[in-house]
């Protein structure tokens, strides 16, 4: 079995190579656009619950897949993907924050097999973003490896006052699932209070 199948996601089918999100004004919802423009899948962060909850759903508004932390209050630790339809995890997102770096692995939700990593570049610039007064205004700027530590893609968060807004880029996409990818990029932007 490949890969992508593996891995994959009923009711959504993610194509392109190359996605922009962007997070609404006022709270943490978030949409992901593809390479036209059209919007692909919407996910927000759940208000007032114990264990912190984000429902992604297609253009249409199906809900296709879940997040939620495994914990109470869970700045580092791990987040369960599942898929909507069949209630089963698909990935782990596996937080291990630090002042330092941030670092996301997705994981295989039996095995806990790295399938890949998203580390922020730059040490500096995590203990800016995290120490500064309003250095949540720095970008996020993310590299995405597969476990051999080879390049996959990348999240770059560009610079803007009201709204977070990132360009996610998978160049290889043959060795990593591209749904936690982006479901990843909405998460950690909520999680880490950007």
């Known amino acids: ?39 692909v899948l919407r996910g927000k962060q759940e208000l007032f619950k114990l264990k912190e909850k984000f429902p992604f759903v297609d253009a249409d508004g199906e809900e296709v897949f879940r997040v939620t932390a495994n914990s109470i209050i869970d700045i580092a630790g791990d987040y369960v993907l599942s898929d909507a339809a069949t209630n089963e995890p698909v990935v782990i997102l596996d937080n291990d924050f630090s002042l330092l770096q941030d670092t996301w692995t997705i994981r295989d939700p039996d095995t806990r ?32 490896t597969d476990p051999q530590g080879g390049h996959v893609g990348s999240i770059d968060g560009q610079f803007t006052l009201l709204k977070d807004t990132y360009e996610v880029t998978i160049d290889d996409a043959s060795r990593v699932p591209k749904e936690p990818i982006l479901a990843a990029a909405m998460v950690i932007d909520a999680i880490q209070g950007n």
């Open 1 to 39: 079995m490949a890969l992508q199948e593996q891995y994959d996601i009923s009711g959504i089918a993610l194509d392109d190579d190359s996605y922009t999100v962007i997070q609404g004004v006022f709270r943490n919802k978030y949409k992901a656009l593809d390479s036209a423009g059209e919007t």
């Open 113 to 144: 097999e790295a399938l890949a990593e998203i580390d922020s570049r730059g040490a500096g610039v995590t203990l800016a973003r995290n120490l500064l007064p309003f250095g949540e205004l720095i970008p996020h700027k993310y590299e995405i």
